[in-house]
């Protein structure tokens, strides 16, 4: 909801920048930690959940920040017809 309020009627390269913001501070680590301990109970095995995180976490940031990165070196698309 905080993303999309954001990017509400901005341009596309405002909306990568939010977005990819949005998922290296906030989206990455819940969701790495929320997989992780509901795989770590079901499993009931703790290492397993860490060891879960450690590879989700590393994943979902770098999604996030390569979404970032296009939203930082994307061209604004310009309409110049006469």
Do not use: C, D, H
């Not at 009627?9 to 819940?30: D, H, M, N, Q």
């Not at 290492?47 to 976490?57: D, K, S, T, W």
């Amino acid at each position: 909801m905080f993303a999309s309020g954001l990017s509400q009627g901005k341009s596309a390269k405002r909306k990568y920048i939010v977005w990819g913001t949005t998922i290296i501070l906030i989206i990455a680590p819940f969701f790495s930690w929320a997989v992780s301990i509901l795989f770590a109970i079901s499993q009931e095995e703790g290492f397993a959940g860490v060891a879960l995180m450690m590879l989700l976490f590393p994943f979902f940031f770098l999604v996030g920040l390569v979404t970032l990165l296009i939203g930082v070196f994307k061209k604004e698309s310009t309409n110049k017809s006469i």
